[in-house]
Every structure is written in C-alpha cells, then in structure tokens.
C-alpha cells in the first residue's frame, strides 16, 4: 500500500491529517511483522498499514470499532488493541481491552492513553514506566 493510498483511505475513515502522517511514520513494515509472529515474540506496537485498512474495512475482531468512533492502529503485548479515535476526542490514542469485548460497550472498555500518536509511541518505546496494557492504563491513567 502506497502512502497516498493510505492518506486517502484514513481521510474517508476520518482520521486527522497530523494523525495520518503519526501513523505513516510509527506504522511497522510488513517484514518487521512478520519477523516478529515467525520468532513468536509480540509485534511492533503499530500495525502495517494495508493491515489497518484490511482490519478496520473487514471488522477483523468483530468489535465495530467504527461505530463506537474508532480506528484500530496496533496492538499491545497482550493482545490489547491500540486505536486512535476519530469521534470524542480526535486524535487521541487508546488501549481496548480485549478480555471484556462484547459484553460492556466499547467505550467502556476503552482508556485513553495519550493525546496524539507520536507521544504514545516514544513512550511505549522508551519509557518502562508507561502502560504497556488496558488494566495497566486503567490503573495509571483512568
């Protein structure tokens, strides 16, 4: 997927320009992905873009992010979903929990994390002390 297929995408899906350009620039490759699930280690935090439009276009998780006014961008260690919302607060960055879906609404399930995408990364790369989970955020920031 090209950068200007992406922008194009993420427009209609209704994320923000400075957002589009955060996750064209944290997005893992294709190759760093697939290195990481071949070695059974945890992926990179953000997920490679043809893999965010087929998740988001596919409603791969069966949890309709879209509706609930988000996009899903990555994932953490344990399998928690990163998404940036495009509704409430836009831009800014969330842990879902993946042990509850379906039986509390999404909002519900959801802690916001950070304003904006580049921070959340740096910290989630850098910083021990960041959430690295829902709960963990849950507990830290909500």
């Not at 190759?31 to 043809?50: K, N, S, T, V």
């Not at 998780?61 to 919302?85: E, Q, R, T």
């Not at 800014?92 to 929990?97: D, F, H, K």
């Not at 959340?120 to 709960?135: A, L």
């Amino acid at each position: 997927m090209t950068n200007a297929a992406f922008i194009s995408w993420a427009t209609d899906a209704g994320i923000d320009a400075d957002t589009i350009g955060a996750i064209i620039d944290c997005a893992s490759t294709t190759e760093q992905a697939d290195a990481a699930f071949a070695a059974r280690e945890p992926g990179p935090p953000i997920f490679p873009l043809p893999q965010i439009v087929d998740l988001h276009d596919s409603d791969g998780y069966n949890m309709n992010p879209k509706s609930h006014g988000f996009v899903l961008i990555g994932y953490c260690p344990n399998g928690d979903s990163i998404a940036v919302d495009t509704d409430r607060d836009p831009g800014s960055i969330w842990y879902i929990g993946h042990e509850t879906l379906g039986s509390v609404p999404l909002r519900e399930n959801a802690v916001r994390v950070g304003d904006d995408l580049r921070s959340v990364y740096y910290s989630i790369e850098h910083d021990p002390d960041f959430p690295c989970d829902y709960y963990t955020a849950r507990g830290q920031c909500g």
